[in-house]
């Protein structure tokens, strides 16, 4: 799997209902647990999975996000060939055109080596081993393969949220909303396994047509004429797109069992080194 595929980390998540903490920086740099940031686990399964070819899409007011990526060294990203690549630091919105973004950007996906793209956004908070999920896609020969998660809370947990609709073949026929009608569905972490030449005209439709603003709505609206097959996630997932899941995700850093899973079960989650010299009171 060395060098096959590249990550493409879309950080235009849906922030009205955790305003409060994102007012100065995007959902991705939150502080998580004590020590780490939202966007750590993003980026640790694509590394635990040997991707050394990253680009994050960002939103304005991105200052603390930088400062915390850096040269991507704390992830063994700071490399001549490759590395991690920060598309969009300036005044855009919050409700980003990620596939605009990416049209201006094309040349950085043709001369990207790789043959396979990972497109995932931040706020799912997991720990996952991409490797099974690759495997999944590959075999089934589907076009586009979407991650997602079970729950059986869905009244109270995922609000807002994108609803699988899958048949008995792992097919996803549809796409919907969770806005709490029912407890069991299958949730979206949205994350995409595709070839690269795939997001590539998926991206000229979009900006050719303009009926799509992003790369997900652009899949969401294409199921029809897209063979997307659906792989299942079975660890611990937590969407951090509120104060209340927020709130409750590091609650559950208590329950030594969940901490263990997230953070070291399919890989260490790594974050930013803090070993400057203590302050002296």
């Given at each position: 799997?060395?060098?096959?595929?590249?990550?493409?980390?879309?950080?235009?998540?849906?922030?009205?209902?955790?305003?409060?903490?994102?007012?100065?920086?995007?959902?991705?740099?939150?502080?998580?647990?004590?020590?780490?940031?939202?966007?750590?686990?993003?980026?640790?399964?694509?590394?635990?999975?040997?991707?050394?070819?990253?680009?994050?899409?960002?939103?304005?007011?991105?200052?603390?996000?930088?400062?915390?990526?850096?040269?991507?060294?704390?992830?063994?990203?700071?490399?001549?060939?490759?590395?991690?690549?920060?598309?969009?630091?300036?005044?855009?919105?919050?409700?980003?055109?990620?596939?605009?973004?990416?049209?201006?950007?094309?040349?950085?996906?043709?001369?990207?080596?790789?043959?396979?793209?990972?497109?995932?956004?931040?706020?799912?908070?997991?720990?996952?081993?991409?490797?099974?999920?690759?495997?999944?896609?590959?075999?089934?020969?589907?076009d586009i393969t979407v991650?997602?998660?079970?729950?059986?809370?869905?009244?109270?947990?995922?609000?807002?949220?994108?609803?699988?609709?899958?048949?008995?073949?792992?097919?996803?026929?549809?796409?919907?909303?969770?806005?709490?009608?029912?407890?069991?569905?299958?949730?979206?972490?949205?994350?995409?396994?595709?070839?690269?030449?795939?997001?590539?005209?998926?991206?000229?439709?979009?900006?050719?047509?303009?009926?799509y603003s992003s790369i997900?709505?652009?899949?969401?609206?294409?199921?029809?004429?897209?063979?997307?097959?659906?792989?299942?996630?079975?660890?611990?997932?937590?969407?951090?797109?509120?104060?209340?899941?927020?709130?409750?995700?590091?609650?559950?850093?208590?329950?030594?069992?969940?901490?263990?899973?997230?953070?070291?079960?399919n890989g260490l989650i790594?974050?930013?080194?803090?070993?400057?010299?203590?302050?002296?009171?």
């Amino acid at each position: 799997m060395v060098n096959k595929y590249m990550g493409l980390l879309i950080l235009n998540e849906k922030e009205d209902n955790i305003m409060s903490l994102t007012k100065n920086r995007p959902l991705a740099s939150i502080p998580f647990a004590g020590r780490y940031r939202i966007i750590d686990f993003a980026l640790s399964n694509l590394v635990n999975f040997r991707v050394n070819n990253v680009g994050i899409i960002t939103q304005s007011n991105s200052r603390s996000l930088i400062d915390h990526l850096g040269s991507g060294s704390h992830w063994d990203l700071d490399r001549k060939r490759s590395g991690i690549f920060v598309f969009n630091f300036s005044s855009y919105t919050n409700d980003i055109n990620d596939a605009k973004i990416l049209m201006d950007n094309l040349e950085y996906l043709y001369r990207s080596k790789e043959e396979y793209v990972i497109v995932s956004s931040s706020y799912m908070i997991c720990n996952i081993n991409y490797e099974e999920a690759a495997k999944f896609h590959e075999e089934s020969n589907a076009d586009i393969t979407v991650i997602s998660t079970k729950t059986g809370n869905g009244k109270k947990e995922y609000l807002g949220c994108d609803a699988l609709n899958v048949d008995e073949n792992n097919k996803v026929l549809s796409v919907g909303k969770n806005y709490g009608g029912h407890n069991d569905l299958n949730i979206s972490m949205e994350m995409y396994l595709m070839k690269k030449d795939i997001l590539i005209d998926l991206l000229y439709k979009t900006v050719e047509t303009g009926y799509y603003s992003s790369i997900k709505e652009a899949i969401n609206k294409n199921i029809s004429n897209i063979n997307i097959k659906n792989f299942e996630f079975k660890g611990y997932v937590k969407c951090i797109n509120s104060i209340d899941a927020f709130y409750k995700a590091n609650m559950d850093m208590l329950n030594l069992e969940k901490s263990r899973e997230l953070f070291f079960k399919n890989g260490l989650i790594m974050t930013k080194v803090m070993d400057e010299a203590p302050a002296k009171y």
